[in-house]
Structures are given as C-alpha cells and as structure tokens.
C-alpha cells in the first residue's frame, strides 16, 4: 500500500511564488494606505486609527490566524463578502501566469488532490484559473466551506454579544491580563476546527495525507493533527515539517514516497508483460 493517499494544498505562496506580490497587495489591502492613495480596509471600512492598525494587525494575526477572523473576535461586524470583494478586488492577478510544469506533476500524481485555503471561493477560482490548474484537483476546502454563511451565529459564550470593541492593544500591554481573549466566530487555519472540519467534510485520514503549506504556524496544526506535512519556500525544515521544498515544483524529488505508485505500476507492467522496464531509482530526500 502506498505511504499516501491524498494530498492538500494550500493555495496562496503555495502553489505560486512568494515573489509574485499577492500575498505584500492583499497586507496593503487590508492594513495600510495603497500607491494610489487609497486606504486600507481597516481605516477605509472600520474607521480604525492609521496610527493603531500596525501593533493591532500583528496582534490579530498572532493570536487568530488571519486579520479577518481577529477583526470579528474584537467586536468589528461587516460582511464577509465586502471585505474580501475590497481585499482581493485590486490584487495583481496578472503576475500570475499558467504554470505547465506544474500541471504535469500534478496530473502524474496518482493520488486525491484538495486545495484549503483560508481564502474566498472567487479568488480562489482566479487563482487556479491564471496558473491553469483548475481542473487538477478534486474539490476546493476554502473559506465558504468552513463558514457557509456571511455572518455566523455567535460560538460560544467567549464571543462578546454588545457592540464595544474590545481593546486587545490595551490587553495585551497589562503585565498580568485578568480577562480571556474573546473567541472569532471564524473558522480558519490555524485553529484545530477548522482543520479538522476540513479532514471530515473530504473524509481525509490525516495518517495517509500529505499537507503542503508555506505557513509554519498552519503546517505545525496540521502535524499535531496527525497530517504528513511539507513546508514550501525553503530547502530547510522548520519544527512540525517532515519535508521541505523550495518551489512546489520540486516535490517528486523531496518526497521519493510520491513515486512509489508509479514505480509499482511499472514493476507490474513489466512482471505482467516479462519486458525489462528501467526504473528511476536517483530521486533523494
């Protein structure tokens, strides 16, 4: 039986380049004042203090995976739609281009293939579509997936019901914080709901799945889940990754357990047909 079954992708640094400047245009989106004069979305929309959105957006960030799910645990209430029709509307998709090479891997590869992503159904689609990968995956896990509705219902009682914003710059900068960080009613990487939603809406056994990440944080919550995990960007393997990559192209060669279903057809073509067929054999972690 073969070491996998599946493999899960991220999207976004993922299966594209760092260097094509998506990720740097969607933090300007989100955070700061764009080229062109045009404000982010947390001064534009939420009317948040130019001064307090650097300290506020690490602090989000660190403490609940992405902006958006921090922005909704502190009291901020806006539709899902908008802020990713505002925070994905002006990305430069067209520094992506359609990537052949790794539409061949792909489709050599002998396995279930998902993406999951924390992002919108609409850009992922436009993603997939520039880098002419649609049609090389099973099923898309994103940010629909695990929060179906545009404003989900509260959790738990952690989540604040009243409309005070709550003060997480202040809380943070308390020696001892008497009060507990208030919980997102968003789901996403790296909290261990939704990557466990994401292993059960795909009926995935994390033993026998292969997940590639760019992000640390994201690949060691799928590793304490039991996942299989590859760090993409860099040849040198942080805490919680079994293997790393530099460039998603190169993952026949890192990962030689990829290749076992393809060399066993072999072997069974050429035990079935008695003709010597060459195996490549030279592949090293």
Not at 202 to 229: C, H, M, W, Y
Request: charged content about 25%; some cysteine.
């Amino acid at each position: 039986m073969p070491t996998f079954d599946c493999l899960l992708f991220d999207l976004d640094d993922t299966l594209y380049p760092v260097s094509s400047g998506l990720a740097a245009a969607c933090k300007s989106n989100i955070h700061e004042y764009c080229s062109f004069s045009s404000a982010g979305y947390m001064a534009e929309k939420l009317g948040i203090e130019n001064s307090r959105i650097p300290e506020l957006s690490n602090l989000l960030y660190k403490n609940y995976g992405t902006s958006m799910a921090g922005l909704r645990a502190i009291g901020y209430d806006f539709d899902y739609d908008e802020y990713h029709r505002f925070v994905h509307g002006r990305l430069p998709y067209d520094n992506l281009k359609p990537d052949p090479i790794l539409r061949t891997l792909l489709l050599s590869l002998p396995y279930r293939k998902l993406i999951f992503t924390n992002a919108d159904k609409v850009h992922t689609a436009k993603v997939l579509n520039k880098l002419a990968l649609e049609d090389c995956f099973e099923g898309i896990i994103c940010f629909e997936t695990l929060n179906p509705t545009k404003k989900r219902p509260i959790l738990d009682e952690k989540q604040s019901s009243s409309t005070e914003i709550f003060d997480i710059i202040g809380h943070f900068s308390q020696t001892s914080p008497v009060m507990e960080l208030p919980n997102t009613p968003i789901v996403c990487k790296p909290s261990k709901a939704a990557i466990e939603w994401a292993l059960k809406i795909a009926n995935i056994d994390p033993q026998r799945t292969l997940f590639f990440e760019d992000s640390v944080r994201n690949l060691q919550a799928g590793k304490r889940l039991g996942l299989q995990t590859v760090l993409v960007g860099t040849s040198q393997r942080s805490k919680g990754a079994d293997y790393a990559v530099e460039s998603i192209h190169n993952i026949k060669e890192a990962i030689p357990e990829l290749c076992e279903v393809e060399m066993k057809s072999e072997l069974n073509y050429s035990a079935n047909n008695n003709v010597a067929v060459g195996v490549e054999t030279s592949v090293t972690a």
